[in-house]
């Protein structure tokens, strides 16, 4: 039996979009650390939850975690990755910025929305660098392993501390709350529709992806026999 969750996985994308592909400057491997490195693996449970929603479109290229007005350098169309690396030789003209909106941004917004009406909750599911990179307010910082968000109270208190304890039992970890993560757009937009948490595994190498992947569903699932 599926669990009634769905899952977003905004950030596991290494595409370029073709409409930028000639001006985008990024190499392969600078458009894989802006990424969320292993969360393709980490969360591939795609057959245990009720739904599923994720994008091969670099997170350097559309972020679908920021508000379609920020337009900070690391926001929503970005001209610098988290790292500081440049992503265009040339600057995007707005009418490409409104296309890549329209045809990345928006639809998976509206797939979310659509998802959510079968299910008790949504978890955006991320990785997160070890140490804070450069365009971050922890730069430098060693981070937690395991951190979950709630922010905004996109999630009822009794939901996201039962998670926690859930995740603590799972992992044997005290799991870090709203830190370094307070919770991203997706959370906080959509929580309206549905309970939203955030879920934020460190790239360190306290365990492997598989391992990872096996004590998350252990804690999922644990989360969802008490519902």
């Not at 922010?151 to 009794?158: A, S």
């Not at 790239?203 to 519902?227: I, S, T, V």
Request: proline share 7%; net charge negative.
């Amino acid at each position: 039996m599926r669990m009634p969750i769905l899952v977003s996985l905004p950030h596991a994308g290494l595409k370029i979009a073709h409409e930028v592909a000639d001006i985008c400057v990024l190499t392969d491997e600078q458009t894989a650390k802006d990424s969320d490195e292993g969360a393709s693996e980490i969360y591939n449970i795609a057959e245990e939850v009720e739904e599923y929603a994720t994008t091969d479109i670099a997170r350097a290229i559309v972020d679908l975690n920021r508000a379609p007005d920020d337009f900070r350098p690391d926001g929503v169309v970005k001209t610098v990755t988290c790292w500081n690396d440049p992503v265009y030789g040339e600057p995007l003209s707005e009418k490409k910025i409104k296309l890549l909106l329209d045809k990345y941004y928006y639809p998976y917004h509206e797939k979310l929305k659509s998802l959510s009406e079968k299910v008790l909750l949504g978890i955006d599911c991320h990785t997160m660098a070890a140490k804070g990179p450069p365009l971050s307010p922890d730069t430098g910082e060693e981070r937690p392993y395991i951190c979950l968000s709630n922010g905004g109270h996109t999630c009822p208190d009794p939901w996201f501390e039962l998670m926690a304890r859930c995740f603590e039992n799972s992992f044997g970890y005290n799991i870090s709350i709203n830190y370094p993560f307070k919770g991203g757009y997706i959370i906080r937009s959509h929580k309206t529709e549905l309970p939203w948490i955030q879920i934020e595994f460190s790239r360190a190498d306290f365990m492997n992806k598989d391992e990872k992947r096996k004590r998350l569903l252990k804690a999922l699932r644990e989360w969802c026999g008490y519902m």
